[in-house]
Each structure stands twice: as structure tokens, then as C-alpha cells.
């Protein structure tokens, strides 16, 4: 199926000091267009995770990724006075985009009228997949706030971390307090991916650390384990990236063919490179 990627798609956004930039992408015919927001991990940009776009729009959804604060392309220092919060103007990024999901629409050629706006889904890999979370219900602990959004109705959460406490480094717990999740109200049907290899800096756990969520919350469905994925789960953050340190396509397609067999409710296969559990 031929795509169309359009970027940027600029949304004035008041009260975050930058205006919130987009790539929109999306199949050139065809209509009621399911649709993904998608939020990128540290320092990333709406330009990469190429490897999933592409194909989730070649498979029929329409792709929304805005470029976070935090993005290298940015450059919001430490001195910033929003740095701090940037993980709540993530999910405001996140929100925002819903919102405005007519206008970004209607911005790209040949769009307009043809996504389902009752048919949306979150997805995020890595501090994008804690973000996207909180529309799905999970929570920070000691934050009083809920940003569930039930206009969301699915989620695939790829190298979600896990919970807080003893399972930080120092570091992390003195930098990082939004990683200290309640996934208790995660109630929104979801998917989480984790590499068997995946060893994080921020935490002393474990690989394992990055499955906690599917025993936590009621919402996430399905766990698919990817044997041998590291943090970036094969490549998934970008065709050439040099941060990818376990490259290997076949992982990249096993996570093509999983997430887009679970927004489309069909049932999750790992096949022999993986494998799932479901509740």
C-alpha cells in the first residue's frame, strides 16, 4: 500500500514555549483510517521508528508522531525552567495532539475526512511508552493526577519500565521521580514488549523489570518477550540508527507483524524468535 508522510505539521501550542511539530503518515487511499499516536523515546524525534511507521501505515493506520521536548532536535537544556516537567508536557504533547486530531487532518493533503476518530491507539517505546501509559491509566505515584483518556482505546507499550523504589539506581530516583508507576488503573486492553537482553543503567532488576507491568495491570492483555531484544528491540528506533546495539531484522518484524496483529484483534504469535502470554 503507497503511503504518504508529511512533516512539519505544526500545532501552536499555548503554555509550552514551543509550538508542537508532527510527522503525520498515512495511506494514500482508503478511508475510516484507524489511527496512532506515537510517542518516541529519549532524545528522539517525529523522524524516527521509521521501521514501525512504515509498515503500521502500510498495513492501513494513520501514524501521528509529535517531537517531545526532551528531543535532541529541541535541545531544551536542564536550565530550561520546563525541563523538570518535561515528562507531564509529554503527556500534554500526547493529549494535545487528540484534540486537535481534525485540525492535523485537515493540514495534510489528501487527509481530510478519512480517519476514524473513534478508533485511536497509543503506543510509545521506552520513556514514550510511560508516557502514552498514563492515557491507558496507569499513574506516578504521589502525583494526584489521572490523564486516562478514554478516547483512546488500545496501547502497545515496547520497553515499558518498571516500577520504582528499590528497582532504581540512585541516580534514577533522584532524577528521574516520575518513574515510580501505579499500574494498577491501566484498565485500556494493551500490549507490552520486552527484550529477554534488555539490561537498563536505571535499574539494578533486571530484563524482568521491564515485564512488571503485565502482572500490575488488569489492561495490558498480552506480554510478548522478543529472545535476544535489547532496548532497542532489534533496530525499531530507525533503519541506520547507531544506537541500536542488537540489530537483527527478524526481531523488527516479529514486532511489526505483533503490534499490528493486536490493534487489529487478531491473536499475538511469536513464532521462534519470541514468545507470549495472555491473560
Same mark, same amino acid.
Given at each position: 500500500?503507497? %503511503?504518504?508522510?508529511?512533516?512539519?505539521?505544526?500545532?501552536?501550542?499555548?503554555?509550552?514555549?514551543?509550538?508542537?511539530?508532527?510527522?503525520?503518515?498515512?495511506? /494514500?487511499?482508503?478511508?475510516?483510517?484507524?489511527?496512532?499516536?506515537?510517542?518516541?523515546?529519549? =532524545?528522539?524525534?517525529?523522524?524516527?521508528? #521509521?521501521? &514501525?511507521?512504515?509498515? !503500521?501505515? =502500510?498495513?492501513?493506520?494513520?501514524?501521528?508522531?509529535?517531537?517531545?521536548?526532551?528531543?535532541?532536535?529541541?535541545?531544551?537544556?536542564?536550565?530550561?525552567?520546563?525541563?523538570?516537567?518535561? !515528562?507531564?508536557?509529554?503527556?500534554?504533547? /500526547?493529549?494535545?495532539? &487528540?484534540?486537535?486530531? +481534525?485540525?492535523?487532518?485537515?493540514?495534510?493533503?489528501?487527509?481530510?475526512?478519512?480517519?476514524?476518530?473513534?478508533?485511536?491507539?497509543?503506543?510509545?517505546?521506552? !520513556?514514550?511508552?510511560?508516557?502514552?501509559?498514563?492515557?491507558?491509566? #496507569?499513574?506516578?505515584?504521589?502525583?494526584?493526577?489521572?490523564?486516562?483518556?478514554?478516547?483512546?482505546?488500545?496501547?502497545?507499550?515496547?520497553?515499558?519500565?518498571?516500577? =520504582? =523504589? +528499590?528497582? /532504581?539506581?540512585?541516580?534514577?530516583?533522584?532524577?528521574?521521580?516520575?518513574?515510580?508507576?501505579?499500574?494498577?488503573?491501566?484498565?485500556?486492553?494493551?500490549?507490552? %514488549?520486552?527484550?529477554?537482553?534488555?539490561?537498563?543503567?536505571?535499574?539494578?532488576?533486571?530484563?524482568? !523489570?521491564?515485564?512488571?507491568?503485565?502482572? /500490575?495491570?488488569?489492561?495490558?492483555?498480552?506480554?510478548?518477550?522478543?529472545?535476544?531484544?535489547?532496548?532497542?528491540?532489534?533496530?525499531?528506533?530507525?533503519?541506520?540508527?547507531? @544506537?541500536?546495539?542488537?540489530?537483527?531484522? @527478524?526481531?523488527?518484524?516479529?514486532?511489526?507483524?505483533?503490534?499490528? #496483529?493486536?490493534?487489529?484483534?487478531?491473536?499475538?504469535? +511469536?513464532?521462534?524468535?519470541?514468545?507470549? @502470554?495472555?491473560?
Amino acid at each position: 500500500m503507497s %503511503v504518504i508522510s508529511v512533516r512539519p505539521v505544526t500545532l501552536p501550542t499555548p503554555g509550552r514555549g514551543d509550538d508542537l511539530p508532527l510527522r503525520v503518515t498515512a495511506p /494514500l487511499t482508503g478511508d475510516n483510517l484507524p489511527v496512532i499516536v506515537f510517542s518516541h523515546g529519549f =532524545g528522539q524525534s517525529m523522524d524516527g521508528y #521509521a521501521p &514501525l511507521v512504515d509498515h !503500521w501505515s =502500510g498495513q492501513g493506520f494513520a501514524v501521528v508522531q509529535p517531537t517531545h521536548l526532551d528531543s535532541r532536535a529541541l535541545n531544551v537544556t536542564p536550565a530550561d525552567p520546563r525541563h523538570p516537567g518535561i !515528562w507531564r508536557h509529554r503527556v500534554d504533547d /500526547l493529549v494535545h495532539v &487528540l484534540d486537535q486530531l +481534525a485540525v492535523i487532518e485537515a493540514a495534510v493533503p489528501g487527509l481530510a475526512g478519512r480517519l476514524d476518530h473513534d478508533t485511536i491507539a497509543v503506543a510509545g517505546h521506552s !520513556w514514550g511508552a510511560q508516557s502514552v501509559s498514563m492515557l491507558l491509566g #496507569a499513574r506516578v505515584e504521589g502525583d494526584p493526577a489521572d490523564r486516562r483518556d478514554p478516547r483512546v482505546k488500545a496501547g502497545v507499550l515496547l520497553a515499558l519500565t518498571g516500577t =520504582g =523504589g +528499590a528497582n /532504581l539506581t540512585p541516580f534514577a530516583a533522584e532524577h528521574f521521580p516520575f518513574m515510580n508507576p501505579d499500574f494498577a488503573g491501566l484498565t485500556t486492553p494493551s500490549l507490552l %514488549v520486552a527484550g529477554d537482553k534488555d539490561q537498563s543503567m536505571l535499574s539494578p532488576a533486571g530484563p524482568e !523489570w521491564f515485564t512488571e507491568a503485565y502482572a /500490575l495491570s488488569p489492561g495490558i492483555r498480552t506480554l510478548l518477550t522478543v529472545h535476544g531484544g535489547e532496548h532497542s528491540l532489534g533496530g525499531i528506533t530507525g533503519y541506520l540508527s547507531t @544506537e541500536t546495539t542488537d540489530e537483527s531484522p @527478524e526481531r523488527v518484524a516479529l514486532i511489526r507483524r505483533a503490534t499490528t #496483529a493486536f490493534l487489529r484483534g487478531e491473536p499475538v504469535d +511469536a513464532g521462534p524468535l519470541g514468545s507470549v @502470554e495472555n491473560k
